[in-house]
């Protein structure tokens, strides 16, 4: 094993992500991953009184580290050091592996503990529907509408549950499977492959945009390897436009109003999760389909859907009568019987059922 102290640690990030291109993650999360190691070893350098490129492996101590990640975490968001936590973890654990480094020293620098992220469905309970409705039709505003490629993109979201990273990697030979057994084949998060079932419904939507791109393109854009999505000129779709295909179909439907902050096309994708579960899935089901790493991830779309069915419970005519006669809504009742409060009584009655402590005899 060469001697640590000999070891630059600006050519071991440029081994490591070379490593990492193999298992072929997306560009954006490639330049995430440079990005956070390089900003970490800046300000590791700067603790040091060197420049970066004079940074060895032997001066990554735990001190060190803890002082570098210290830096970085002022003024950022608990995610934004999470990820850069993970990808000074992942680094070590490629150096371990690979013999350079002898152990990984990022155990003994704290992580910020990250709270499961409420989902954000669309809002309102025909959205989904009146958003595929007003986009299946040609747009005349448009100088070239493109409706089964807009109805395909919702689709893929609204059905499938892809994110948009997902979306893009599609290849033209992504769905597969005779008749009835269809799915699709998605290469998720972190590289990891899952099967989505694909109903018949969506199977047509696939079939009537690939069947589109075939006549303004040719046939030479639909082979197997293709890929699936791509803009007016012929040329595969990015982030961007993607991202504004979107918000485009949010504008045409005239739902802006109802898509969460900030959520743009993940909304759609929390949207399926959502329906999964009020329609029964479990939070095994949920994982799979969604291609979550953690179980506790896709548990949050039962409690969502548990704190829907409160709400409704709580909109309820009969418990607002209830509320009332308790003295716990808009009106109050308090006749007194032989100096003992009926409505006070009633309060505490409404406060049991309101704790869950009303156990239905029989």
Same mark, same amino acid.
């Given at each position: 094993?060469?001697? &640590?102290?000999?070891?630059?640690?600006?050519?071991?990030?440029?081994?490591?992500?070379?490593?990492?291109?193999?298992?072929?993650?997306? /560009?954006?999360?490639?330049?995430?991953?440079?990005?956070?190691?390089?900003?970490?070893?800046?300000?590791?350098?700067g603790?040091?009184?060197?420049?970066?490129?004079?940074?060895?492996? =032997?001066?990554?101590?735990?001190?060190?580290?803890?002082?570098?990640?210290?830096?970085?975490?002022?003024?950022?968001?608990?995610a934004?050091?999470?990820?850069?936590?993970?990808?000074?973890?992942?680094?070590?654990?490629?150096?371990?592996? !690979?013999?350079?480094?002898?152990?990984?020293?990022? $155990?003994?620098v704290?992580?910020?503990?990250? /709270?499961?992220?409420? $989902?954000?469905?669309?809002?309102? &309970?025909?959205?989904?529907?009146?958003?595929?409705? /007003?986009?299946?039709?040609?747009?005349?505003?448009?100088?070239?509408?493109?409706?089964?490629?807009?109805?395909?993109?919702?689709?893929?979201?609204l059905?499938?549950?892809?994110?948009?990273?997902?979306?893009?990697?599609?290849?033209?030979?992504?769905?597969?499977?005779?008749?009835? +057994?269809?799915?699709? +084949?998605?290469?998720?998060?972190?590289?990891?492959?899952?099967?989505?079932?694909? &109903?018949? =419904?969506?199977?047509?939507?696939?079939?009537?945009?690939?069947?589109s791109?075939?006549?303004r393109?040719?046939?030479?854009?639909?082979?197997?390897?293709?890929?699936?999505?791509?803009?007016?000129?012929?040329?595969?779709?990015?982030?961007?436009?993607?991202?504004?295909?979107?918000?485009?179909?949010?504008?045409? =439907?005239?739902?802006?109003?109802?898509? $969460?902050?900030?959520?743009?096309?993940?909304?759609?994708?929390?949207?399926? =999760?959502?329906?999964?579960?009020?329609?029964? /899935?479990n939070?095994?089901?949920?994982?799979?389909?969604?291609g979550?790493?953690?179980?506790?991830?896709?548990?949050?779309?039962?409690?969502?859907?548990?704190?829907?069915?409160?709400?409704?419970?709580?909109?309820?005519?009969?418990?607002?009568?209830?509320?009332?006669?308790?003295?716990?809504?808009?009106? !109050?009742?308090?006749?007194?019987?032989?100096?003992?409060?009926?409505?006070?009584?009633?309060?505490?009655?409404?406060?049991?059922?309101?704790?869950?402590?009303?156990?239905?005899?029989?």
């Open positions: 094993m060469q001697d &640590e102290g000999d070891i630059l640690v600006h050519g071991l990030i440029d081994e490591f992500l070379a490593a990492r291109a193999t298992s072929k993650p997306s /560009a954006h999360t490639l330049a995430a991953y440079r990005r956070d190691l390089e900003a970490v070893l800046a300000l590791i350098a603790h040091l009184a060197v420049t970066a490129d004079r940074v060895v492996l =032997a001066d990554l101590s735990p001190r060190v580290l803890r002082a570098g990640f210290a830096a970085f975490a002022a003024g950022r968001a608990p934004s050091v999470y990820r850069g936590w993970s990808a000074w973890n992942s680094f070590f654990r490629f150096l371990v592996a !690979d013999g350079i480094a002898v152990g990984n020293p990022m $155990p003994a704290d992580k910020p503990r990250l /709270a499961t992220p409420s $989902p954000k469905p669309l809002r309102g &309970e025909d959205t989904p529907e009146r958003l595929l409705d /007003a986009v299946r039709r040609p747009d005349t505003r448009q100088r070239d509408p493109w409706p089964e490629r807009d109805v395909a993109v919702l689709g893929l979201a059905c499938a549950g892809l994110r948009l990273s997902e979306l893009l990697a599609l290849r033209v030979g992504a769905l597969v499977g005779r008749a009835g +057994e269809r799915r699709l +084949e998605v290469l998720g998060k972190g590289g990891r492959p899952r099967a989505v079932p694909v &109903e018949p =419904a969506l199977d047509a939507v696939w079939g009537w945009y690939v069947d791109v075939r006549v393109f040719g046939r030479q854009w639909v082979v197997p390897a293709a890929p699936l999505l791509v803009d007016r000129r012929g040329v595969p779709l990015r982030r961007g436009g993607l991202q504004y295909l979107v918000e485009s179909c949010f504008r045409r =439907a005239g739902v802006t109003d109802r898509v $969460p902050r900030g959520a743009r096309l993940h909304a759609l994708r929390h949207t399926f =999760a959502t329906r999964l579960a009020e329609d029964g /899935a939070a095994s089901e949920i994982m799979r389909l969604l979550h790493a953690s179980l506790a991830t896709s548990q949050a779309y039962i409690e969502v859907t548990a704190a829907q069915q409160r709400a409704a419970v709580r909109a309820n005519r009969t418990n607002r009568a209830l509320g009332r006669v308790s003295g716990e809504g808009d009106g !109050d009742l308090d006749v007194a019987a032989g100096g003992v409060g009926v409505g006070a009584d009633l309060v505490g009655f409404g406060e049991q059922v309101g704790g869950g402590g009303f156990v239905e005899a029989g």
